[in-house]
């Protein structure tokens, strides 16, 4: 081996060795691990399936679930089982709604299923867009959904069967929150801000104002009024609050308390619930102070809740996770 030889694995053994000992592997930052912080709930079930939607309990045992299919419990959400013929390859189902003990209906962005035996079975049919994205109905036969690609608010008066777009404001993507107290009297909030009410079904609306700051809402922003004076609608700015039907609004959540609010429940005008994202909150002053009852940590977020009243309550995750309120 000549010197030049030599030399070269030389430099190439010290530079492995200097090389090997100086290394420092970088350091990745590792998120700290949030626990959950469950307080007034208990996790006791999951939904199979790859993800869930929404939760409807109509009894204190009987619930049903949405995801990839339509799954049923009925031990109050501890098992869950898929119903044969509810899968579909026109995507999943992410709202549920039931008016009775039997009549039930389950909403995906250009189909809905239909109970009218209290689950057991279920009858899917067409919608008349595609890009369905709300869902209210006042009994078995009358409905409503909002369709977030120019269709505007539809209505049915025969179960589903047919639909026929009933309001639209100026936006072409607009969304749209209805909520009917009775067959005559209902309102609409858009993710625009229009609020407008009606006292014919539908047939014609009275403007009531423009709301600023509800844009960035989604699917599980909510409205809801007890009356024809006091409603609530939960958003991405917080809950709002009317008590004059929707002509004026404020927002009842104060500034320390993280907004972005997509699902309220008020039982009356003191007593109701509201989540985000991760959070439960309740109030038992009519909002004027919210306490936490429930908080998951990362990696999942809370889809969903439902109500049978201030005490009995239920929610899941997107990964399936079924929480049920204590109290």
Not at 20 to 47: A, F, R, T
Request: glycine share 12%.
């Amino acid at each position: 081996m000549s010197i030049r030889n030599i030399a070269s694995v030389f430099i190439i053994i010290i530079y492995a060795a200097c090389r090997k000992s100086n290394y420092i592997p970088p350091v990745v930052p590792v998120s700290p691990v949030i626990p959950d912080s469950l307080l007034k709930w208990k996790e006791i079930g999951q939904i199979p399936g790859s993800s869930a939607s929404d939760i409807f309990f109509n009894s204190p045992a009987k619930g049903f679930a949405a995801g990839d299919q339509i799954y049923r419990t009925n031990d109050s959400g501890r098992n869950w089982i898929g119903i044969p013929g509810t899968s579909s390859n026109q995507g999943n189902f992410f709202n549920l709604f039931f008016t009775d003990s039997q009549n039930g209906f389950a909403e995906g962005t250009s189909q809905m299923a239909f109970t009218n035996d209290g689950g057991d079975n279920w009858i899917i049919k067409p919608l008349a867009s595609a890009w369905a994205y709300t869902l209210f109905f006042i009994n078995s036969q009358v409905g409503f959904y909002g369709d977030q690609q120019g269709g505007g608010l539809y209505k049915t008066n025969d179960g589903g069967n047919t639909w026929k777009s009933i309001f639209k404001s100026s936006s072409a993507t607009d969304k749209y929150y209805p909520h009917f107290l009775d067959l005559d009297t209902g309102f609409v909030m858009t993710e625009s801000g229009m609020f407008e009410s009606t006292t014919d079904g539908g047939q014609t609306w009275n403007f009531k104002c423009y709301v600023s700051n509800v844009s960035g809402g989604g699917s599980y922003s909510q409205l809801q009024f007890l009356n024809r004076n006091d409603g609530y609608f939960g958003g991405p700015t917080g809950v709002l609050k009317t008590t004059d039907g929707g002509q004026t609004w404020i927002n009842e959540l104060p500034a320390t308390i993280i907004s972005h609010v997509n699902y309220i429940k008020f039982f009356n005008d003191q007593s109701g619930y509201y989540k985000n994202a991760t959070s439960i909150y309740y109030t038992v002053d009519g909002g004027g102070t919210w306490e936490l009852s429930c908080s998951i940590g990362r990696g999942d977020f809370i889809i969903a809740m439902s109500f049978l009243d201030d005490h009995s309550g239920w929610a899941c995750t997107n990964k399936g996770r079924v929480f049920r309120l204590q109290q």
